[in-house]
């Protein structure tokens, strides 16, 4: 259904056409977005910053796309690494209005599990999401996902300062 890879300078044009057709989306449930967010100049040093957290063995992103129609339907990464004793990371994820509650998604954290447990031997990937965003709840739990705890004031999103409710996924418990 869907297939990952990281972000290339040739991808602005139509990641910034899906973020800005989705802004209305995706805003309540992201950090507040710049005023040039969705710049070429933007992309590029988010490109940057993203080329260097793989280089540091920090962060992974990738961009989802339909496996039919090669068409770019959403995002997703892993950040804030941690190895040593705790061997985990953070997973995020946003997908375009359109393509929304049609598998992409659970799809593209399926394979980012893979790469998370096999490819970089992590432990443990945790993911946090506002207690009313049910879909995203729903994603985290069929693939595999336990809800772990309530997090107060734990994001600003869209401005303000939001609870979370935390869940993580143990290589142990991945059945990919």
């Given amino acids: 259904m869907c297939y990952i890879r990281?972000?290339?300078?040739?991808?602005?044009?139509?990641w910034a056409d899906l973020r800005a057709d989705s802004r209305a989306f995706l805003t309540p449930w992201e950090p507040t977005w710049p005023?040039?967010?969705?710049?070429?100049?933007?992309?590029?040093r988010r490109l940057r910053r993203q080329a260097?957290?793989?280089?540091?063995?920090?962060?992974?992103?990738?961009?989802?796309?339909?496996?039919?129609?090669?068409?770019?339907?959403?995002?997703?990464?892993?950040?804030?690494l941690r190895r040593g004793v705790a061997q985990m990371a953070t997973l995020g994820?946003?997908?375009?209005?359109?393509?929304?509650r049609n598998g992409y998604m659970s799809g593209?954290?399926?394979?980012?599990?893979?790469?998370a447990f096999?490819?970089?031997?992590?432990?443990?990937?945790?993911?946090?999401?506002?207690?009313?965003?049910?879909?995203?709840?729903?994603l985290l739990e069929k693939v595999g996902f336990t809800?772990?705890?309530?997090?107060?004031?734990?994001?600003?999103?869209?401005?303000?300062?939001?609870d979370h409710v935390l869940y993580a996924i143990l290589r142990e418990e991945w059945r990919g």
């Fill in 93 to 100: 994820y946003w997908v375009g209005q359109p393509y929304a």
């Fill in 52 to 80: 260097q957290e793989w280089r540091d063995d920090q962060g992974y992103s990738f961009l989802v796309y339909d496996r039919a129609t090669d068409r770019l339907v959403g995002g997703l990464g892993l950040t804030n």
């Fill in 108 to 115: 593209a954290t399926r394979l980012v599990l893979d790469f």
């Fill in 147 to 162: 809800h772990e705890g309530y997090a107060r004031g734990y994001l600003r999103i869209d401005g303000v300062w939001r």
């Fill in 35 to 44: 005023a040039d967010a969705l710049t070429r100049a933007a992309f590029g």
């Fill in 6 to 14: 990281p972000p290339l300078p040739r991808d602005w044009r139509e």
């Fill in 118 to 138: 096999g490819q970089l031997g992590l432990h443990r990937v945790e993911a946090a999401c506002l207690p009313t965003n049910a879909p995203s709840r729903g």
